[in-house]
């Protein structure tokens, strides 16, 4: 797929991995909407995007709230003129123990994570019908096939992305509509706190740099790949976890017992 003036919805666009994508989508010539809750680190990055010579504007969005989404279609509606492609990459992340992940956290993440990313595809489908192309891009993760202690509700909402873009894919067959699932393991961004970085040290968990996963994700999205999983072992276990979860269970008994003593602390 050639990126050069398709005109691309980008959520999550200042975290780590967004700006990154932004970057290197701007450069391939893209026209861009981006997405996030805080306006002045928007402003920023469509600025220096902008001033490179690349076309960017800004959306400020806060998918926790219902009707998020369907307002980002709007709006990106009326700056674009169109849309050819939606990067669905917004996420929140909790490394905690489910026992003490409140009820509202928990609302919150399956707003952000699943419901707003399910419902901004939902509204931005018709446009696509309506040319008879386009492509959704969905940022997943390892933890969407592999669930890892005390990441249970996050796990959760990578699952169901992983199962909405699957079913999404195939239900789209006999079009010209792409769905592309993007599953890092994980990466070096402000989404892992210091207990998190203590415990990835502690148990050897891998961390990638976010330019790296976001060059993946655009070479996906040019190659229109359907699934791709970043990282090994991780990899391989996730496919593992698919067939003999028994074995996966015995695998990380040891990081479980070393991750608990990190996990046991309280977050809003």
Not at 58 to 70: C, H, P, S, Y
Request: charged fraction near 20%; glycine fraction near 8%; hydrophobic fraction near 45%.
């Amino acid at each position: 797929m050639e990126l050069k003036n398709k005109r691309i919805i980008l959520t999550g666009a200042t975290g780590g991995i967004g700006r990154h994508i932004a970057l290197l989508l701007a450069r391939k010539g893209a026209l861009l909407a981006l997405v996030g809750r805080n306006a002045n680190n928007l402003e920023e990055l469509a600025n220096e995007i902008n001033n490179k010579g690349g076309k960017a504007s800004t959306i400020v969005a806060d998918f926790e709230l219902a009707g998020a989404a369907r307002q980002v279609a709007m709006q990106a509606h009326e700056k674009l003129g169109s849309i050819d492609i939606l990067i669905n990459n917004a996420a929140i992340m909790d490394f905690i123990r489910f026992e003490d992940q409140s009820q509202e956290r928990i609302a919150h993440m399956i707003q952000t994570n699943v419901t707003a990313t399910i419902q901004l595809a939902h509204a931005v489908l018709p446009a696509f019908k309506a040319v008879g192309q386009g492509h959704f891009v969905m940022i997943g993760s390892i933890l969407g096939s592999l669930g890892f202690p005390y990441y249970a509700t996050y796990c959760a909402s990578k699952f169901a992305v992983h199962g909405f873009s699957q079913a999404l894919r195939r239900e789209l067959v006999d079009t010209d509509i792409g769905v592309t699932y993007i599953a890092p393991r994980g990466v070096n961004t402000p989404l892992n706190d210091a207990a998190t970085l203590a415990m990835l040290a502690k148990t050897g968990g891998n961390l990638d740099e976010p330019g790296k996963i976001a060059a993946i994700v655009v070479n996906a999205l040019e190659q229109e790949k359907q699934e791709v999983f970043i990282g090994q072992p991780e990899s391989f276990f996730a496919w593992l976890n698919g067939v003999a979860p028994k074995i996966v269970n015995l695998g990380l008994r040891k990081q479980a017992r070393v991750a608990k003593s990190f996990a046991i602390r309280k977050l809003k």
